[in-house]
Structure formats: C-alpha cells, structure tokens
C-alpha cells in the first residue's frame, strides 16, 4: 500500500471537500437555529465541522487527507459566504491538523469508528482551544462552560466517528470507494479488522 498521495486520491479528498464545504455552509443556519441560551444543546451538533476530515481519511487511508480535507471543506465554506469569514478557514486548518495528528498517532493504520471518533475530539479540542482564545467562552459560568465543553467532546466524537464511520461504510457497499480502494485490496481488509 503506497503511503504517498496520488492524484487520484488528491481529487477524492477534493471533492469530498467540496461537498462538506456546502454541508458546512448550510449547517451554520441549522446551527444557530439549535442554540438555547443557557442549555449549550448546540454544542452537541457542532461536530459536524470536523467531519470532512474523518470520512475523506476513512475513504483514502493515506497521510495528510484528514488536514487537506478539512481546509478545503472550510476554504469552501468561505467561498459559499460563510456568515463566520475568513474565521472559517483559520478554525478548519487547526481542526484538520488536530485530527491529522490523531491518525498519525496510530501510524494511519487504524480506521474504525473509535479512531475517527478521537480525531473528532482532537479537533473540537483545537476548535475550543480557538475559542478561548477569541474571548467566545469568556462570559460563560464555570458549570456553564462545562456544559459547553463536554457537548462539544461528546457530539464530535459521535459524529466524526460513528456517523463517519457509517457514512464511509455506506459509500463503500455502493462501490464508490474503488476508485481509490480496488476491492482486491486485501491490505486494505486485514486493517479493516484491527
């Protein structure tokens, strides 16, 4: 199994980019239509920003797609007028470098819904990390904040791991995913298992 991009697996993580860029421009409104002040339930569907990363690394399996995915999936959320701006680009690379570094701990050679589910966390904990940086969770009261953070955790490792997981599963039972993994791949089968 090669560990290097082709083109090939370059225009995969770029279209699945592109169809997160759109998801990700979208999902603000949803987003901001599930905030309850005071409650944080918004938290637990913010996940979803971080998804490109885990499904683009889940379908190509090589190093440097999770980050890729992700700044493309924001570069296109900017392009689309996203109502966060250039915000939008700055958060996606920091979250797909996050979920990068997860894949890297374990060599990029594990590909189930937990590993994607800690790349999710590794990436809402770079996007809290931008947060409080920004002064965004400046005013919260600590039980307040804490409803914050642990919705956030706990709906991005559901989402970029389960539903990624699922999401990529489908993909593969319609053949779409043999353009950058042949069915022959036994390589690929044997480290479906660990």
């Not at 937990?114 to 770079?126: C, F, I, T, Y």
């Amino acid at each position: 199994m090669s560990k290097g991009l082709k083109l090939t697996d370059i225009l995969v993580t770029v279209v699945v980019a592109v169809v997160f860029g759109v998801i990700y421009r979208l999902w603000g409104d949803v987003y901001n239509v599930a905030k309850l002040p005071g409650i944080q339930v918004d938290q637990l569907i913010y996940g979803l920003w971080f998804i490109a990363s885990t499904v683009a690394f889940l379908i190509i399996r090589k190093p440097g797609v999770a980050l890729l995915a992700e700044a493309a999936a924001a570069s296109g959320e900017l392009l689309a007028g996203s109502q966060f701006g250039v915000e939008a680009l700055t958060y996606g690379i920091v979250q797909g470098l996050c979920a990068e570094l997860i894949f890297a701990a374990f060599r990029y050679r594990k590909f189930s819904a937990s590993a994607a589910g800690l790349a999710g966390l590794a990436a809402a904990a770079g996007s809290l990390l931008f947060d409080v940086v920004k002064g965004y969770t400046a005013d919260y009261q600590s039980w307040n904040l804490l409803l914050y953070i642990v919705f956030r955790l706990v709906g991005s490792y559901v989402i970029c791991g389960y539903v990624a997981f699922g999401l990529v599963k489908a993909l593969e039972a319609t053949g779409v995913t043999q353009l950058v993994r042949p069915a022959n791949a036994d390589d690929y089968r044997a480290l479906d298992k660990k």
